[in-house]
């Protein structure tokens, strides 16, 4: 896996149904208009019809988290759609592990463990803005 520049793994939950909207394509947008022009790693799924391999997804997503620059947790927990169940295993896994980033709207559903733990351990308080969390994020690897 080769990255051109600076990397950003987006990690939050994906949709699980054809009909949830995605966060990472706005996230995208914010990225380039200002400016960011390294690798934006991306670990969602198009096509909902498609048979993918299971641990091939899992292999991807731990070779990307491990090779990236920046890990930017963007979590919009919503039922039953967007739980980002994953996205908490990794956000553990990760948060004294590699450098990384956290936010989440007012709204999202059961982040206060997160949250905390994001505060504990990195002495930061979480982004509640996806833009400013996307802006920092740049900042962060200039």
């Known amino acids: 896996m080769d990255f051109n520049g600076k990397s950003i793994f987006l990690a939050g939950p994906i949709p699980r149904d054809e009909n949830a909207v995605s966060w990472k394509k706005d996230a995208i947008d914010i990225l380039e208009k200002n400016g960011?022009?390294?690798t934006v790693l991306v670990p969602e799924r198009k096509n909902f019809t498609a048979k993918l391999d299971y641990m091939?997804?899992?292999?991807?997503?731990?070779?990307?988290l491990n090779k990236?620059?920046?890990?930017?947790?963007w979590i919009p927990r919503k039922k039953p759609y967007m739980l980002g169940l994953t996205s908490n295993v990794e956000f553990g896994y990760y948060i004294n592990k590699k450098n990384i980033l956290y936010g989440r709207p007012?709204?999202?559903?059961?982040?206060?463990?997160?949250?905390?733990?994001y505060k504990k351990d990195t002495g930061k308080k979480?982004?509640?803005n996806l833009e400013e969390l996307?802006?920092?994020?740049i900042k962060i690897l200039k």
Do not use: K, Q, R, T
């Open 126 to 128: 979480p982004f509640n």
């Open 68 to 73: 990236c620059d920046l890990i930017v947790f």
């Open 36 to 38: 960011f022009s390294g």
């Open 134 to 137: 996307l802006i920092e994020s």
């Open 106 to 117: 007012d709204d999202a559903y059961e982040i206060e463990y997160l949250d905390w733990l």
């Open 56 to 64: 091939d997804e899992i292999e991807w997503d731990l070779n990307a």
